[in-house]
T-cell receptor, first 113, second 112 residues
Framework: GQQLNQSPQSMFIQEGEDVSMNCTSS?????WLWYKQDPGEGPVLLIA?????ELTSNGRLTAQFGITRKDSFLNISASIPSDVGIYFC?????????????FGKGTHLIIQP | DAGITQSPRHKVTETGTPVTLRCHQT?????MYWYRQDPGHGLRLIHY???????DKGEVSDGYSVSRSKTEDFLLTLESATSSQTSVYFC???????????FGSGTRLTVV
């Protein structure tokens, strides 16, 4: 099946630092998504990207849909303690429907005060 | 998200016993999914449903069955629980024309 390679696996950073993580695939996706999971909760959608080359921001978060449609990155600027959690990338072939999302294995973000 | 409720939130069961997890949604979404989350593996699709009584297998369906008799309910059954099924299980929903899924808060299942 399709595989998403998400890196880094974990990040230990200082509060206030910028964060960058990325996801690559051997297959093309039509939609890229970034989720955040807080401890004890389900993943929550942060950003959805629909077009190759698209750059989208949501507050301090910025994500891009790679031009080859096989990769995406997520940046977080000026990290704060509530940014701690697991960030997942996900690829989807269609805009919605029965085909399952393919997830990366997640990036654990740990912020040291 | 208040639109998706998973029950129970936590369960400990013995090897060999049947277990049923419930997902209830109030979103009237057509599509529903069951995932399991394990360290080192991320989220893996177990089964999904594209309508009442219409279900299909995902990546890791062995040992699991599902049923959907109503739009709002999607049940995941472990016929005979094994220790390898100790995991956190997430239900998710989706509707046509929207990207991504909405997830429930999860069920932590421990098989001893």
């Amino acid at each position: 099946g399709q595989q998403l390679n998400q890196s880094p696996q974990s990040m230990f950073i200082q509060e206030g630092e910028d964060v960058s993580m990325n996801c690559t695939s051997s297959s093309i996706f039509n939609t890229w998504l970034w989720y955040k999971q807080d401890p004890g909760e389900g993943p929550v959608l942060l950003i959805a990207l629909y077009k190759a080359g698209e750059l989208t921001s949501n507050g301090r978060l910025t994500a891009q849909f790679g031009i080859t449609r096989k990769d995406s990155f997520l940046n977080i600027s000026a990290s704060i303690p509530s940014d701690v959690g697991i960030y997942f990338c996900a690829g989807q072939l269609s805009g919605g429907g029965a085909d399952g999302l393919t997830f990366g294995k997640g990036t654990h973000l740990i912020i040291q005060p | 998200d208040a639109g998706i409720t998973q029950s129970p939130r936590h369960k400990v069961t013995e090897t060999g016993t049947p277990v049923t997890l419930r997902c209830h949604q109030t979103e009237n979404h057509r599509y529903m999914y069951w995932y399991r989350q394990d360290p080192g593996h991320g989220l893996r699709l177990i089964h999904y449903s594209y309508g009442v009584k219409d279900t299909d297998k995902g990546e890791v369906s062995d040992g699991y069955s599902v049923s959907r008799s109503k739009t709002e309910d999607f049940l995941l059954t472990l016929e005979s629980a094994t220790s390898s099924q100790t995991s956190v299980y997430f239900c998710a929903t989706n509707t046509a024309g929207t990207a991504g899924y909405t997830f429930g808060s999860g069920t932590r299942l421990t098989v001893v």
